[in-house]
């Protein structure tokens, strides 16, 4: 889940925002703690879909 969408229950706002002290350290947890946090929907897809390709065409030499 990326935290663009996150609503702070400290003081109502987006984490995103990071307005208060709850909504920066969470923000922040968040951006270490995964390294696909940062990607969009749409990468994480085109990256999917490159790796299905590549265990394809792998299968395709070893038959």
Do not use: K, W
């Not at 229950?9 to 947890?29: F, H, I, K, L």
């Not at 490159?50 to 299968?59: C, P, T, W």
């Amino acid at each position: 889940m990326t935290y663009d969408r996150l609503v702070c229950a400290n003081c109502a706002a987006p984490v995103s925002e990071g307005r208060c002290p709850v909504c920066r350290a969470n923000r922040e947890r968040l951006q270490q703690g995964n390294f696909l946090a940062g990607l969009n929907p749409m990468t994480l897809v085109v990256l999917l879909t490159v790796l299905i390709a590549a265990m394809a065409l792998l299968a395709h030499q070893t038959v």
